[in-house]
């Protein structure tokens, strides 16, 4: 998606940048001057004040108002006038840069009102190496913020775009609400901002320029003009057609087969082909209580990064966790990302790893850790240990290959004791895809949910294990199992 971008010379930074540099030292001479200027009127007040009886003058003169500048009613601050000053040159200057580089068009609706806050509210500042750097690094990142953009409105349409099976974009999409009830007409609101950001998805991926989106609403305004109330219609743009029904819904059709393949490839490397949730070949809808004891065919291994291990223990403010003293097992611990943390927090955990080889590395890192718990660490395949219902909690980051982490899951419940907690890291998949086995592992977690009314599942942010290696999207199941 380079093509779409373009680094902004160097010598129009180092220009940009050196008159910047200029402006603030004028500026800085301003204001220093303009603050000994106050102290010097606030003495002459001071004088006044013995030559008017102890009253100094206030107030405006009466006549042109020549002399209003004389009477300062206000200390100032010369370190926070020049900042000011700064942010408001510096913020300028980022917002015509990352239009030169063309990087707005890059971004959807959500990234840009993100991109647009983190310059109004913390701008950093614009000097050549900054600059330079940061544009460089944008420039490296532009297929990763297109491809976020993608996902994140292509998201917006359907729930099941999360998914591994759901995210591939069909040829109709559904739009509740996208026109008033009582004039016809389109409505204001994200509906429309989400179909402008599909068609800039469209036209980058089309290698047109992404300029001027949201062509169809306004292809549908012209055809809808002269009409008043609810109304049928149709109309068709270069990416679209769209068949409006009198309920106030339409019918999005994309009429560009080439382009939705595109972004499905995207999407499917987003999440990743062999993390997501892929049916296991020859049983697609698998009984789910039918449970195979067989290592993952994908022995690929992400580490569960800290910032996610935190989230996923800590991350739910109604839960108060403290694991210290508590019972605790990891099964298919990998390199120990949860139970070294756990142990350090002083749990007493057991770590079951059937890879020799991270078994190693745990047991490097636990020998160096100096917290109050202590780590035991098992060489075995977790699916084929008896259970031992006696732990408080069970923290898991399980495989995900096909849908191997429903086994995990449905295994390790087995090993808490009355009262304990299970939380789990599943692919955004367990969710919302929508076979037989998936339906009836959700139906299994509901009955154990231990986070109320809104279910047992919390998304992690996105790009969560993006460190580790992978884009997929994840979410936490909480359970209890019943005292």
């Known amino acids: 998606m380079n093509a779409h971008t373009q680094l902004v010379p160097r010598s129009s930074i180092e220009h940009l940048c050196k008159h910047r540099e200029l402006a603030l030292e004028k500026m800085r001479e301003s204001a220093e001057a303009l603050k000994a200027a106050y102290e ?13 009886v102890g009253q100094a003058p206030t107030g405006r003169p009466s006549d042109d108002g020549a002399y209003g500048a004389l009477f300062p009613s206000a200390a100032f601050d010369l370190d926070k006038s020049l900042e000011a000053y700064r942010q408001q040159i510096d913020r300028r200057i980022w917002d015509h840069l990352l239009n030169q ?17 983190s310059i109004n509210s913390d701008v950093p500042e614009a000097t050549a190496d900054n600059v330079r750097a940061t544009l460089q690094t944008l420039h490296g990142d532009t297929d ?57 998805v469209l036209a980058v991926l089309d290698n047109e320029d992404p300029e001027g ?6 292809a549908v305004d ?15 743009t270069a990416y679209f057609r769209i068949d409006g029904f009198k309920n106030g819904n339409a019918h999005l059709w994309f009429t560009r087969d080439d382009l939705v393949k595109k972004a499905n490839m995207i999407l499917a490397e987003h999440y990743g082909e062999v993390l997501a949730d892929a049916y296991d070949e020859g049983d697609p809808d698998g009984d789910l209580f039918n449970k195979s004891t067989e290592l993952s065919k994908d022995l690929q291994f992400y580490p569960t990064p800290p910032e996610v291990v935190h989230e996923m223990i800590y991350g739910c403010s109604f839960k108060r966790i403290d694991l210290k003293g508590r019972k605790v097992l990891e099964p298919s611990a990998g390199q120990g990302a949860i139970a070294l943390h756990a142990a350090e927090k002083g749990a007493h955990v057991t770590a079951i790893e059937v890879n020799p080889d991270h078994c190693a590395v745990m047991k490097s890192r636990a020998g ?35 849908t191997h982490y429903m086994d995990h899951v449905r295994h390790a419940f087995e090993f808490l004791a009355p009262g304990g907690m299970l939380i789990a890291i599943l692919p955004a998949s367990a969710q919302v895809n929508e076979s037989r086995k998936h339906t009836a592992f959700r139906k299994w977690a509901w009955d154990h949910n231990d986070l109320g009314w809104a279910g047992p599942f919390r998304d992690l942010p996105a790009e969560s294990f993006k460190v580790s290696g992978t884009m997929i999207q994840t979410v936490t199941l909480h359970l209890r199992k019943p005292s």
């Not at 580089?101 to 806050?117: F, P, S």
């Not at 989106?213 to 306004?218: C, I, Y």
């Not at 917290?371 to 977790?382: H, P």
Request: aromatic residues 10%; glycine residues 10%; proline residues 3%.
């Open 40 to 52: 010097i009127g606030k003495e002459a007040n001071r004088l006044a004040a013995i030559s008017y």
């Open 101 to 117: 580089m063309g990087i707005r068009k890059m971004m959807d609706a959500e990234g840009l009102k993100e991109l647009q806050n």
């Open 144 to 200: 990763m913020i297109f491809r976020r953009g993608l996902v994140n409105c292509f998201a917006k349409l359907d729930r099941r775009f999360k998914s591994h099976d759901g995210f591939k974009i069909g040829s109709r999409i559904i739009i509740n609400g996208a026109f008033s009830d009582l004039s016809g007409h389109t409505t204001w609101g994200s509906t429309w901002d989400t179909i402008a950001d599909v068609e800039r």
């Open 213 to 218: 989106s949201n062509a169809l609403r306004a």
């Open 222 to 236: 012209r055809d809808r003009r002269g009409h008043y109330g609810p109304q049928q219609s149709q109309t068709e």
């Open 368 to 402: 160096r850790m100096t917290a109050e718990g202590t780590l035991r660490i098992a060489q075995a395949n977790f699916l084929k240990v008896t259970p031992q219902a006696k732990y408080e909690f069970v923290l898991m980051n399980p495989p995900f290959y096909g």
